[in-house]
């Protein structure tokens, strides 16, 4: 491993997010353990929460933005996150959160299709990644109980042991999603809903991968920080809004497709618009002194 390797590992933000991740874990179980189904908005706005934290006491090198007026029931709990990983180059990931409920299944993979909307969240995540060069996971919030002699011995795509409870958040590719989310039962009546056993841990990776890892910039599209400023007019720093207050004003005024049109020289705007994609939530993070 060489020293900038260690130096990342070791970094502030890697520790947050494997933080991050075992506090979700943990709360899924607590909840599971009462029958409890929390939803995936609820979850991001407490990681939003600990990112903004650990931004103003540990490290100033996270933004957080969100958009009011867009009702989450509605659109979801989708994140940009913009890795910074030369001066002024950023990687872009599309990421769409879902949540393990007490039934130990995903339940919402399939939502948002219907007869007028004619396409699945997939779809627009791999049409967003062909012509943006964006890499899109689901971002799945997980928690299992384990029994103490329980074994647990798996690697990351870096080579580093990782703790079961790291798949607290974990990121799945959309070909796997969009092949569990179409399976049927034997008589092929039915969608059958994933459980987490069928995508963990063989077909997912600790969400930590995305700050722990010196990422790969090679046949990547990189963005420079002013495209990430400017390609969506409703991003505000979350600090300054109130979601909950704000949703009915705004979300009559403007329908999301009309955030990118001011934009139509913007590589994310151009690309957003393309595939339908309008997130509700971005997280920018800058290089720090410390790698």
């Known amino acids: 491993m ?5 130096n990342l590992i070791n970094s502030g933000r890697c520790i947050l997010f494997e933080r991050i991740a075992s506090e979700v874990w943990n709360r899924i179980i607590r909840a599971h353990d009462v029958n409890v189904n929390l939803r995936e908005e609820g979850v991001t706005y407490d990681i939003l929460v600990d990112i903004l934290r650990f931004s103003k006491y540990h490290s100033g090198n996270f933004d957080v933005y969100a958009k009011p007026g867009y009702d989450e029931n509605k659109y979801g709990s989708d994140i940009d996150v913009f890795v910074e990983t030369s ?6 990931f599309a990421l769409q959160a879902k949540i393990l409920k007490s039934n130990n299944r995903y339940n919402t993979l399939r939502d948002g299709y219907s007869t007028t909307n004619p396409s699945y969240q997939w779809d627009k995540l791999k049409l967003l990644e062909g012509v943006s060069g964006c890499r899109a996971y689901y971002l799945l919030y997980n928690g299992k109980p384990r029994s103490k002699d329980y074994v647990f011995n798996i690697t990351d795509h870096c080579s580093r042991p990782y703790t079961e409870d790291q798949l607290g958040c974990s990121l799945v590719s959309v070909q796997v999603i969009e092949r569990l989310g179409l399976k049927r039962n034997v008589r092929g009546t039915r969608y059958v809903n994933p459980t987490y056993e069928d995508i963990h841990p063989n077909d997912s990776e600790p969400w930590r991968t995305l700050v722990c890892c010196m990422l790969d910039k090679a046949q990547v599209t990189l963005y420079e920080k002013a495209e990430i400023s400017n390609y969506n007019s409703k991003f505000k720093p979350i600090s300054e809004i109130s979601l909950s207050e704000d949703i009915q004003d705004y979300e009559v005024d403007k329908e999301p497709s009309d955030d990118f049109n001011e934009n139509t020289d913007n590589r994310i ?23």
């Open 2 to 6: 060489t020293e900038a390797e260690q």
């Open 87 to 92: 001066k002024n180059q950023y990687r872009w």
């Open 269 to 291: 705007a151009v690309a957003s618009m393309k595939a339908d994609w309008n997130p509700t939530f971005k997280i920018v993070i800058n290089r720090s002194d410390s790698y």
